[in-house]
């Protein structure tokens, strides 16, 4: 079973990308913003990072360059198509909000096969 780090602020938002990932199969450990998301990732097996782009102390760039350097893939969610532009400039895949939860496990299947 793959283990899934998802940070989100947005509750709602957060509970349906857990509950859709538990009922695809993963392990999923969860957290609301950057300092949570560090913790998270510096004791947690991990592997694969989903993060939001924009976090309310900070940005999901900052949680994936972490996961990256330790190895592990990232998928970076997004509500804001102007900064879309800027987060494609980085070596992360970006998911534009709002996406269908089907979507995200896609995603996620993909990245972590072609890891």
């Known amino acids: 079973m793959s283990r899934v780090l998802l940070i989100e602020d947005d509750p709602e ?46 940005t999901g760039i900052e949680l994936a360059d972490v996961a990256d350097a330790k190895g592990t893939p990232v998928l970076i969610l997004t509500g804001y198509a102007f900064i879309l532009s800027e987060l494609n400039r980085t070596k992360y895949r970006v998911l534009l909000k709002p996406m269908r939860p089907e979507e995200v496990v896609v995603a996620i299947e993909e990245t972590l096969r072609n890891r």
């Open 13 to 58: 938002l957060r509970v349906l990308l857990e509950h859709t990932l538990l009922t695809a199969g993963y392990d999923v450990k969860v957290a609301a913003n950057v300092q949570d998301g560090l913790s998270l990732l510096n004791t947690e097996v991990t592997d694969l990072l989903l993060t939001d782009g924009r976090l309310p102390d900070g």
